[in-house]
């Protein structure tokens, strides 16, 4: 669920900002216009800025600070982390999301990348309109209802594509979901869901390139393939890290898909596959609170670290 | 993109921050503050031995059932139309998804909204929903329902539910194993029906030479273990006291179960798929020779147009399966148990459901797809069985003998065997590996999940 939420929000975001400059430029002379734009705009970010605290930034924080303290209020310094990092599931947890990110990203970037030039370079309009529209559909499903559709997908039985299922060895759903192909199976079905929006601000951005850049370098001799190396994909790096980093702070948070993959399979895909699943069960199952909070800050911390990564080496901050 | 703006907002970021710090820090601690003590003394009721929330006889009551039991609660509404009873269907804690125990412990941190009745598929959960400072079970033989109701029960029934003599629950069904078989198969082929594991054995390598593409048996199922190890002996579930647990998959009996387990696998003759799956019926239908299982297979496989759908006069129960020399046992997987929370504010139409769901005719007879654990239910639907004439052979007396032989050194610990058993053996038996080699992995998996519950293992 988390994935399309996150990537409805940039689409959105990706066609805004252009527009939205071009069109602040003229009215900045007269200062009191300014001043009520501003005030407006407090108005308008708002209602984020509440939400956020109350649903984000909060819960954050009381993780935090319960992290560091035991069942009955004391602290009690990094006991809970040591008991989380200790448990049997935790490090298969981790290697499975590693695992999952992995595939997923490295899939994620390569390929929407690629399909967003792929479209761009067509000639027609009305084709390279409906191919987006296409890949956005199956954005508009939200996580669970998703995986429900793959549930027949991954059914070598009623599969729509039992062939292709069949040539990869697999007769039955519990080979087919056997926990060595469970990261790639999960990657598939975050691609099927999110790709599509992450196209379309691909293909917002590639708009973004100015037209003399693209005709100097035909002038230039460059081909399709030379334009989008040493043209498009540098003046894409920006976007192709923001799509890192929302792509892995949502991807670390696994736990929809592999829920109900767990109850449809009948336990064969484990209810602890993930970290944010082992989060669960500490706080619902053991009622152990201040251990689900240790997990979530490892996690959080975790893709803080390698969202930093991503910002700094994509040069998202930096100005133009 | 160096505009007015970003200034303007740069040197505004100290002060908006300040006071979303001191807005964070305020809540932070009207958080803190109002957690403990939250929760309010109640007085121990002497009548019926638990705190009872303050009592309204029209209040509705929200009844949790799984998709199996909807008709219980329709039965119920049919029958009372003036009790309000809202029916909410959730997976019933199948294959030990622990949705019951997480949903109510997800109340117990609201602290509201826990249901009135929750029917359960695992008969285990009177181990956590009995303890607690704040347990949700509430208890039915200190004063709540008459003595003699409960004695009404076929013996051992309420067994899984009885913690320190006090019973926190009802069974909805008795679900020992059986050995189901195709009389007219049998017939066919000329065989004879096993009473014993080691001919099960023979009889499985013979229809694998002779009449391959039929099945003796499945492991499929989160539920196999309780099949085969639970009905073979093997001391792989032992609750020794309330916190501590024990495991041994090398025990001869363990070990001998899953040699035969692994050589029926080879010889094809055990299916892989779960008996609810599309493959299993489209592969198997007209095809079970045998199927040692659960009571419940009578209505939920065999008898039922969506799965199996046998024909009439075709299928029989046998006696559960012996080792040679020695006494049957049976397994057991589920029996369905219901539970009435402490917390509800109208225990007289809970208690009312209850005594309805268990043993009323109008559901546990004319509708219920097991044996009801209810005894004058049990004998009723028996009876109504043997009228129907679809099970061949003698079904009321087998399955009558098999209720009272579920070997009783397998536990009912906190966590669930069937979710362990899914997610370490059965994807590494459908990959082929030999369930022998995954004993000790079995074991390790068993207790790992026994300690972070809590047990301390011998």
Redesign the interface.
Same mark, same amino acid.
């Given at each position: 669920m988390t994935v399309s939420a996150v990537q409805r929000s940039p689409s959105d975001a990706a066609a805004g900002s252009s527009r939205g400059?071009r069109r602040?430029r003229p009215a900045?002379g007269r200062k009191s216009v300014?001043g009520q734009r /501003?005030r407006v705009s407090y108005f308008f970010v708002s209602g984020y800025v509440l939400l956020a605290?109350a649903f984000g +930034?909060?819960p954050t924080?009381?993780a935090v =600070?319960i992290a560091f303290l035991d069942g009955d209020?004391r602290f009690s310094g990094l006991g809970n982390f040591a008991q989380v990092v200790g448990? =049997?599931?935790f490090w298969p947890a981790v290697q499975h999301v590693g695992a999952f990110l992995l595939a997923w990203l490295v899939g994620l970037l390569a390929l929407v990348t690629l399909l967003a030039l792929l479209v761009h370079s067509l000639g027609r309009r009305w084709l390279s309109s409906s191919i987006r529209f296409v890949y956005y559909i199956p954005g508009a499903l939200a996580g669970a209802s998703s995986v429900v559709l793959w549930l027949f997908v991954l059914? $070598? &039985?009623?599969s729509p594509v039992s062939a292709v299922l069949h040539a990869f060895g697999f007769e &039955? =759903?519990?080979?087919t979901? /056997? $926990?060595g192909n469970l990261p790639v199976v999960f990657a598939v079905i975050a691609f099927w869901t999110g790709a599509g929006g992450w196209i379309v601000v691909m293909y917002g951005a590639l708009n973004s390139i100015p037209d003399e850049v693209l005709e100097a370098a035909r002038m230039d001799g460059a081909g399709a393939v030379r334009t989008a190396l040493h043209i498009q994909l540098p003046m894409l790096r920006k976007w192709i890290s923001y799509m890192a980093v929302m792509s892995l702070a949502s991807g670390a948070q696994l736990f929809v898909e592999p829920r109900v993959l767990?109850?449809a /399979?009948?336990? +064969? +895909? $484990?209810?602890d596959w993930s970290l944010n699943q082992l989060a669960?069960?500490y706080?619902?199952?053991?009622?152990d609170?201040n251990g689900s909070a240790a997990i979530a800050v490892i996690l959080l911390v975790v893709s803080l670290a390698l969202s930093t990564f991503f910002v700094i080496r994509g040069g998202l901050f930096e100005?133009? | 993109m160096s505009t007015p703006q970003t200034r303007e907002r740069s040197t505004r970021i100290p002060k908006r921050s300040v006071a979303a710090l001191t807005v964070l820090s305020a809540s932070m601690l009207a958080i803190t503050a109002c957690t403990p003590g939250a929760s309010t003394a109640e007085e121990a009721d002497s009548e019926y031995g638990f705190a009872t929330v303050e009592q309204k006889s029209d209040a509705p009551i929200t009844v949790w059932v799984d998709a199996s039991r909807q008709p219980a609660a329709d039965a119920f509404v049919a029958a009372n139309p003036d009790v309000p009873v809202n029916i909410e269907t959730y997976d019933g804690g199948a294959d030990g998804s622990g949705s019951f125990q997480t949903k109510v412990q997800a109340f117990d941190q609201a602290g509201s909204g826990w249901p009135d009745v929750v029917f359960s598929t695992q008969n285990n959960d009177a181990a956590w929903a009995s303890q607690g400072s704040d347990p949700f079970a509430a208890p039915l033989n200190k004063g709540y329902f008459e003595q003699s109701f409960l004695d009404g029960f076929t013996e051992g029934a309420l067994a899984p539910l009885t913690v320190d003599d006090t019973v926190y629950g009802l069974r909805n069904d008795l679900a020992p194993t059986v050995t189901w078989y195709d009389q007219s198969l049998m017939d066919e082929f000329g065989y004879s029906v096993p009473t014993t594991w080691e001919e099960y054995q023979e009889l499985g390598e013979k229809v694998a030479a002779e009449h391959p593409g039929y099945i003796v048996g499945g492991v499929g199922d989160a539920f196999a273990e309780e099949i085969y190890f639970w009905g073979a002996k093997a001391p792989v579930n032992t609750v020794v006291d309330a916190n501590t647990f024990s495991s041994d998959t090398s025990d001869p009996y363990a070990k001998n179960m899953a040699a035969i387990i692994d050589d029926l696998l080879d010889a094809g003759v055990l299916a892989q798929e779960s008996v609810f799956s599309p493959e299993f019926v489209q592969k198997y239908t007209g095809k079970v020779l045998m199927l040692p299982g659960p009571v419940w297979y009578s209505g939920a496989l065999f008898s039922n147009p969506d799965s199996l759908n046998a024909k009439p006069g075709t299928i029989a129960a046998g006696l559960p399966l012996a080792w040679e020399g020695e006494e049957p046992a049976a397994g057991n997987v589920g029996g369905g148990t219901w539970f009435i929370s402490q917390h509800s504010a109208n225990l007289d139409a809970a208690k009312k459901f209850l005594e309805f769901v268990t043993s009323d005719e109008r559901y546990q007879v004319d509708l219920a797809p097991g044996l009801p654990a209810h005894k004058a239910a049990a004998d009723k639907w028996l009876a109504k069985q043997a009228e129907g004439g679809f099970f061949t052979g003698d079904f009321t007396e087998n399955v009558s003998a098999a209720s009272a032989q579920i070997w009783d050194g397998w536990g009912y610990p906190r966590f669930s065997q069937e979710a362990v058993w899914a997610k370490t053996v059965t994807p590494k038996l459908a990959a082929g590996e030999s369930l022998v080699d995954l004993l000790p992995e079995w074991q390790k998996a068993i207790e790992n999940e026994a300690q972070v519950n809590g047990y301390t293992i011998k």
């Open positions: 400059i602040r900045g300014a /501003s605290v +930034v909060f924080l009381y =600070f209020g448990d =049997f599931r059914n $070598p &039985t009623v &039955t =759903f519990v080979q979901v /056997s $926990p767990s109850q /399979s009948h336990a +064969v +895909v $484990p209810a669960y069960l706080a619902f199952k053991q009622q609170l100005r133009d | -």
